[in-house]
């Protein structure tokens, strides 16, 4: 299974950008890289995902590197109600078919005012 | 509105009394999945089924069981036999279309055993 890390914490300043990494140095070709984010006491919220390009939302953009080994996670314009943990997820395939998400260790995003 | 329903939202039981935690969803996911998170720390993967009537252990099965009767619907039962069940367990459902698709989670129930 493809596993990811990601640092405990990390702190951004209110309308700065916040760069989250990932690390999935053992991610196989056609997995993709998923971030969701989870508020206090609530199930998580889907952000973004991609494969080998970069992709960008209305929330979020995703920057993977050529070889696939790490991503980072870009919201342009922190504000305060973006606090909270980050998670980077390695989509797991078994058998051809898609199946579970592996969580990672998530990080703490607190954006202060 | 379509979406993934956990209920309830709290849940208190004695030690040694089984409980079953629900999970609906209308979003015609073949994929469920439960997880469990503790204070502080992430979401480890209990069950998942990707169809009816299949379903295969995560990382933390022991002391838990599921079925899969319909597809709209992933029980999750907490057992007596769980050392430590007092957690916040989250459910969640996908479609299966090679890879590219997102979850949907619950909002969680919220265990607490005394």
């Known amino acids: 299974d493809a596993k990811t890390t990601q640092p405990t914490s990390m702190d951004c300043a209110e309308g700065r950008a916040a760069n989250l990494p990932c690390n999935h140095s053992?991610?196989?070709?056609?997995?993709?890289v998923y971030w969701y984010r989870q508020i206090h006491s609530q199930g998580p919220q889907y952000i973004i995902h991609?494969?080998?390009n970069n992709e960008t939302n209305e929330m979020a953009s995703l920057i993977i590197t050529e070889d696939r080994k790490s991503s980072t996670l870009i919201l342009p314009h922190a504000t305060l109600r973006d606090t909270a943990v980050y998670y980077c997820?390695?989509?797991?395939?078994?058998?051809?078919?898609?199946?579970?998400?592996?969580f990672g260790t998530g990080t703490l995003l607190a954006v202060q005012p | 509105d379509g979406g993934i329903t956990q209920s309830p939202k709290y849940l208190f039981r004695k030690e040694g009394q089984n409980v079953t935690l629900s999970c609906e969803q209308n979003?015609?996911?073949?994929?469920m999945y439960w997880y469990r998170q503790d204070p502080g720390q992430g979401l480890r993967l209990i069950y998942y089924?990707?169809?009816?009537?299949?379903?295969q252990k995560g990382d933390i099965a022991e002391g838990y069981s599921v079925s899969r009767e319909k597809k709209e619907s992933f029980p999750l039962t907490v057992t007596s036999a769980q050392k430590n069940p007092t957690a916040f367990y989250l459910c969640?459902?996908?479609?299966?279309?090679?890879?590219?698709?997102?979850?949907?989670f619950g909002q969680g129930t919220r265990l607490t055993v005394v």
């Open positions: 089924s990707q169809i009816v009537n299949d379903f």
């Open positions: 997820i390695v989509r797991v395939t078994e058998g051809g078919a898609t199946n579970k998400l592996i």
């Open positions: 991609g494969l080998k």
């Open positions: 053992t991610i196989s070709g056609n997995e993709y």
């Open positions: 969640a459902s996908s479609a299966l279309t090679g890879g590219s698709t997102e979850a949907f």
């Open positions: 979003l015609n996911h073949d994929a």
